[in-house]
């Protein structure tokens, strides 16, 4: 099948996903009201098969060092499955799924798939790796840009999270391994939630979004002036050194999210 955009729709709900464009989501509307931030970098994109940066781009891999392009430099960032297209695989009024092939720079062949479900009030989005020959250690996350402000002399988006501990970050934008109570924002920071990732977005008398996975770290970005980026994944920055989840032919790594909103 193409890697054409695709409209999914559910009540008053309506998300866009581009394959075509590394298989983001590029849109979604509430009510006709855009909750990412436009344009052809942003909207929400998947973090695969690394998640934020990788330490001078080199990670081990059972014996061998692998080097990955300093997309970051000094670091790798974000994966190589955003710069891609994906493909589409099966399309229904509400459901699309996607899927994209790991290939050079990334040294083991293996399948990505991406499944986006969407409700009248929420959009779940389901992200699997599945090795062909070799295993190797690997990441999932997502990197939603929403909007800092919906316009119409709104107020700015509030975030709301209890999370266990933060990631000391280095000078280097790295964890150092140390954990911290954690802090006030604004944050570019990893911070650990054990009993699964539970973030909510408020935007006063608008809107409320909770950001929900089974997976217990969460990046939250909020440094621009545009958007808040909440990134749930599998594992921390610099995870492919420090907390690699192994992909085997025999066992796929997968993880899911969900965004779930109500009126205010």
Known sequence: MSNEDITLTAGDAEVTVAPGNGGRVGSLRVGGVELLRQGAKFGCFPMVP???RIRDGRF??????????LNS?????????RDGAWTTARVTGSEAVITYDLVDPWPHPARVTQSFTLTEDALTLTM?????????????GWHPW?????????????????????EERGDDHLPTGHRL???????????????????TLTWPGRLELK??????????????????????????????NTHPRLVTPIEPLEATTTWSWRRL
């Open 50 to 52: 690394w998640c934020g």
């Open 60 to 69: 081990l891999d059972g014996a061998a060092v692998r080097q990955m392009p």
């Open 73 to 81: 430099p000094p670091h790798a960032i974000h994966g190589t499955a």
């Open 128 to 140: 699997s790796v599945e090795a062909h020959a070799d295993s190797f250690p690997a990441q999932i």
């Open 146 to 166: 929403f909007n800092r402000n919906l316009g119409e002399g709104g107020e700015d988006v509030r975030v709301d999270f209890r999370p266990a501990w933060q």
């Open 181 to 199: 109570d954690p802090e006030p924002g604004p944050w570019d920071d990893c911070f650990g939630m054990p009993g699964g990732v539970d973030v």
């Open 211 to 240: 950001v929900g996975s089974r997976e217990e770290w969460v990046v939250v970005y909020d440094e621009q002036e545009a958007a808040v980026c909440v990134e749930p994944q599998t594992g921390p920055p610099n995870g492919l």
